[in-house]
């Protein structure tokens, strides 16, 4: 349904699709998903047929966003949610990959070569001086002057939505490696995700807060409590640094998830922060929906396993795990050496076992090299 970001209903059939779900018709699946995203609006929170808005999206491949001080002329938009044009842009991408996907399971080659390109439409926001996603006016010019924490009002939901820019730098699911090269490469890709977990507020707390009310569970400029940063600890592995994802993960499940008065630090929309704690604590992640993988963290317990509906078990097995012993030195996958950072989910239903042997400090070799990243949306089964 149309709630937040684009329509990703879609992203749940392709998922689905792609793990072995058969239970529905995908050529039903699939009209009612493009429908869905061609045929009612872009606008958050909003059940109305397309119009103004998303013609220009077909046009010119971006939502366009409002200057300081300029006035609503769409009426279908709600005057507390706003455009938030550039999450919707970077979703709307997304759930075009998606629809791309589909298409291409079903033999749609003219469709799924027009949604393909379409998935990329994210670019058309970048801007590579800054590199940040920023929003661009309908002239085809970006918003100045900006500031990447602060602008955007309430929950920044001029420009985002309920997160600012720091936290929509990496909303990207399906083509990982095309973001990391619009930032120049894996040096400048990780040097901004470093900086993302120390950048400062930059103001109190509660004046921070009162800006940014669901932007909660703060490391830095990152946002633990909020669903469009679940990924983003993983996000290492892609740039050749996964011993960074294995630190990440564990202080923050260690800070933000803790049976005391702490609780959980954000809203629990629909399991989705209990969702990202499980997978995380058994040590591996779902970074892409529609890709058929998981990438690999730092799991919290010595062994844990999956009891498949097919019969079949998988077995995730951390030798030496502590509160210490974080870092991944070496991993075998049902006896065999494995250098990579990540798995099919077909491992996953063959059973079998994931070996991780852990220590105190990084193995800055392992996961490394030729074939160790994890696929986006560049997969092929």
């Known amino acids: 349904s149309r709630r937040m970001n684009s329509n990703h209903a879609v992203a749940t059939v392709i998922d689905a699709w792609r793990k072995g779900v058969r239970g529905f018709d995908l050529e039903k699946a699939y009209e009612a998903a493009r429908k869905g995203i061609e045929e009612k609006t872009l606008i958050p929170w909003s059940a109305a047929p397309s119009g103004w808005l998303d013609e220009f999206y077909k046009e010119h491949g ?54 393909l390109a379409r998935s990329y439409n994210y670019r058309n926001l970048f801007n590579p001086e800054t590199r940040f996603f920023h929003p661009k006016d309908k002239d085809g010019k970006f918003i100045e002057p900006f500031d990447y924490i602060f602008s955007g009002g309430i929950g920044a939901r001029a420009y985002f939505d309920e997160n600012n820019a ?27 995700l470093d900086q993302l977990f120390v950048e400062d507020m930059k103001m109190s707390k509660w004046q921070y807060y009162a800006l940014h009310p669901d932007a909660t569970g703060n490391v830095g400029q990152f946002v633990m409590g909020n669903e469009p940063s679940f990924h983003i600890p993983y996000l290492y592995n892609y740039a050749g640094q996964p011993w960074k994802t294995q630190k990440r993960i564990r202080m923050l499940m260690e800070s933000w998830f803790r049976n005391d008065l702490m609780g959980v630090c954000g809203d629990e929309d629909g399991g989705g922060m209990s969702a990202f ?20 963290g730092s799991p919290l317990f010595d062994k844990s396993e999956i009891q498949l509906a097919n019969g079949k078990v998988f077995t995730m097995i951390a030798h030496g795990v502590s509160w210490e012993n974080k870092y991944i030195q070496s991993a075998k996958l049902n ?12 491992d996953v239903m063959k059973g079998g076992t994931l070996e991780l042997f852990m220590g105190d400090r990084p193995n800055k070799k392992w996961g490394v090299g030729e074939g160790a990243n994890p696929p986006s949306g560049e997969f092929v089964d």
């Open 62 to 115: 971006y939502i366009p966003a409002l200057k300081p001080g300029e006035k609503e002329t769409v009426a279908d938009v709600s005057p507390w949610e706003k455009r938030q044009p550039v999450a919707v842009t970077l979703g709307t991408a997304y759930d075009e990959w998606c629809l791309s996907q589909i298409a291409a399971e079903l033999g749609k080659k003219e469709d799924a070569e027009y949604f």
């Open 166 to 192: 720091w936290t929509y730098n990496w909303d990207v699911r399906h083509h990982i490696q095309d973001l990391i090269d619009l930032f120049g490469g894996n040096t400048p890709f990780i040097e901004r």
């Open 277 to 296: 704690y499980v997978f995380s604590a058994l040590g591996f992640y779902p970074v892409s929906p529609g890709v058929p993988v998981y990438t690999i």
């Open 335 to 346: 006896g065999a050496e494995y250098n990579k950072t990540w798995f099919t989910h077909e």
